[in-house]
């Protein structure tokens, strides 16, 4: 094994060749559907009272209370209260993740009209996954360079040899660890590279660095997936 990775590492010096390109499959569950550079924003007239007029917690007409059509579209930060930028306090955000929750909960419209029921499971929906996105410091940056109308580069070219190189040999100390123990003290370390990369981010959204901000999310990218291979492996290990 070693001698096959002292290959790839020969080609990583001497090319462009991407050597963890066995895992982009695990670094497709990191990529955000395309959105629109800017959110929809829009007051159409209430489907039960007819009236156009601000929508309480964006959801509900002030005039009659019925609970409207999901607007996809919703910047997901207007829809849980915050202001648009990478820094945000977690325990806030789950606060108004659940009061957003409670408001729309399928019970709650149980012995309502039929097109609430579906607009309550819409809107759970929709708020589930906004909130899945801010909360987790890789989705929200790439969510943000998204509502500035850039994309996520398809290749490694962001990433200097050094930087691959590094995280072959990563991939190499998690193949050969032998305990549970070996595999927790890697992941401890990378759990520390992550956080200090999230902070890094939030630097780089201030001050409109969006091609260090996307070099940042692809190196967020391969740690996340070495963290990745040490629970499976851990897994495997367990099981054995």
Known sequence: MRRVIDGY????KATNYTPLARNAAQFNQFRLPEIRKFSVEYSPACWNCQKKSDLKQNMICSDCGHLQDVNSGINYFKLLS???QFSLES????RSFRQLQTIVHPDKYSNKTSREQTNSADWSSLINKAYKTLSTPIERGQY???L???QMPQD?????KEFLMAMMERNEEVED???TQTLENLNIQLIKELEEMARRLNVLFESKDLSGVKGTLVEMKYLLSIQNSIKQKQ???LGS
Do not use: H, M, R, Y
């Not at 590492?9 to 990583?12: E, G, N, P, R």
């Not at 325990?91 to 789950?94: E, G, M, N």
């Not at 490694?156 to 200097?160: G, R, T, Y």
């Open 177 to 179: 660890a032998e305990d």
């Open 82 to 84: 915050f202001p648009i």
């Open 144 to 146: 943000l360079l998204q």
């Open 156 to 160: 490694n070219s962001a990433l200097n």
């Open 235 to 237: 897994q495997s290990l």
């Open 9 to 12: 590492k020969s080609a990583v």
């Open 148 to 150: 500035e109308g850039e």
């Open 91 to 94: 325990q806030k955000l789950t």
